[in-house]
C-alpha cells in the first residue's frame, strides 16, 4: 500500500507542476500590449485602448524617435510622425513596421478676422523643418503674402503671440486652436479659425484620400503583428464607426485621463473631435499619398516599409 500512496503523491506533484506551468503561459499570453504615442491627438487616438493595453504617452519626438531606432525596444506599438518612422525604415535603422496612418492633418490658421491673410501683419508659426512648416509653405506660398512669417519653437510659443498681439495669424494645431480662441474671448480678443490647412492641401495636391496629409502612424514591432490583430480592429472600428456616436465618444472621452492623454480637458477634445481628424486606414490603401507625402521630405516611399499585418 505504501507504493500506492506513493504514486498517487507523485501523480498529484506532477499534476500540480503541469497545472502551475499552464497558468503561467496563460499569464504570460494575457499581458498587455506596451504602446508608445505621443500626447495630443495620437494619443486620443487611442482612447479605446485605455484600461486594457499598457500605454505610455509622452510629449515631443526624441523619444519615440529613440525607441524606434532600438532593437530591443520593449513596446509592441509605437505610435509615431510618419516622416520620422518611415525616415528610419528608409535608412533599415528600425525593427518596427508600418501599419497604418492613424491620424491626420489637423493644423488651422487663426487670425484677427477673415481677411487677415490678405492684410499686412505677421504670421507666427512653429515647426519650420517639420510637418507644420512644411505643410504652410506648400500650401500657401510666403512670397505671395503680404504677412511676414516668423516662426516659434513650439505652438504654446504661436498662441503667447497672439494673445499679446503681437501676430494678426497663428498656425495652429487643435485643440490649441480652439483653447486659444477661447483665452482670446476672455481677453477681450476676437480670434477665429481663418483657414483649414487639410482642405487646402487637398485642393493643392492630388490625393486619393478625404482627409489631407498623413500625420501620425501606427508601427509595428516585427513578428508582434498577430498579437496586434484585435488591437487594430479596435482603432479601425472606433475611428471609423463608434467615434460618429456623440453621446458614446462624449462617456468615453469624460472616463478617460485627459492629463495623461494631453488634452485640457474632455469638453475641448468633444468640441474639437472632428479637427482632430482621427481616421485609421490601411498603409497599403495609401501607396499614391504616402510616397507624395514623403517625398517633401526626401524619403522614398517602399512597399518593403509595410508590416505584414
Not at 1 to 13: D, R
Not at 56 to 64: A, L, M, N, P, R
Not at 129 to 138: D, E, R, S, Y
Request: aromatic fraction near 6%; charged fraction near 20%; hydrophobic fraction near 45%.
Amino acid at each position: 500500500m505504501k507504493w500506492m500512496k506513493g504514486l498517487l503523491l507523485t501523480l498529484l506533484l506532477l499534476a500540480g507542476c503541469a497545472n502551475r506551468g499552464s497558468n503561467e503561459t496563460v499569464q504570460k499570453d494575457q499581458e498587455p500590449l506596451m504602446i508608445l504615442a505621443p500626447s495630443g491627438a495620437p494619443a486620443l487616438a487611442l482612447l479605446p485602448l485605455y484600461g486594457n493595453y499598457d500605454i505610455e504617452t509622452v510629449q515631443g519626438s526624441d523619444v519615440i524617435t529613440a525607441e524606434l531606432a532600438r532593437t530591443d525596444s520593449m513596446y509592441d506599438v509605437i505610435v509615431a510622425p510618419i516622416n520620422t518612422g518611415t525616415k528610419l525604415l528608409a535608412e533599415g535603422k528600425s525593427s518596427y513596421a508600418l501599419n497604418a496612418v492613424l491620424t491626420w492633418g489637423n493644423l488651422y490658421l487663426v487670425g484677427t478676422n477673415p481677411d487677415a491673410l490678405q492684410e499686412s501683419g505677421v504670421l507666427a508659426a512653429f515647426g519650420e523643418a517639420a510637418v507644420p512648416g512644411m505643410i504652410l509653405k506648400n500650401t500657401i506660398d510666403p512670397d505671395t503674402l503680404p504677412l511676414q512669417v516668423t516662426y516659434y519653437n513650439a505652438v504654446n510659443e504661436v498662441q503667447a503671440a497672439l494673445l499679446a498681439q503681437k501676430a494678426n495669424v497663428g498656425l495652429m494645431a487643435e485643440p490649441a486652436a480652439s483653447a486659444t480662441i477661447a483665452k482670446g474671448k476672455e481677453n477681450g480678443i476676437d480670434l477665429q479659425i481663418i483657414a483649414d490647412l487639410q482642405t487646402m492641401y487637398l485642393e493643392t495636391h492630388e490625393m486619393t484620400n478625404p482627409y489631407g496629409y498623413p500625420q501620425a502612424a501606427l508601427f509595428i514591432k516585427e513578428g508582434r503583428e498577430e498579437a496586434c490583430k484585435e488591437l487594430i480592429e479596435q482603432l479601425d472600428t472606433f475611428s471609423n464607426q463608434s467615434a460618429k456616436d456623440r453621446q458614446t465618444l462624449k462617456k468615453m472621452l469624460e472616463e478617460a485621463d485627459m492629463e495623461m492623454i494631453g488634452m485640457p480637458n474632455a469638453s475641448i477634445a468633444l468640441a474639437t473631435w472632428e479637427r482632430q481628424n482621427i481616421h485609421y486606414v490601411p498603409a497599403k490603401d495609401l501607396k499614391e499619398d504616402l510616397s507624395s507625402f514623403l517625398a517633401l521630405f526626401q524619403i522614398t516611399y517602399s512597399e518593403d516599409m509595410l508590416s505584414r499585418q
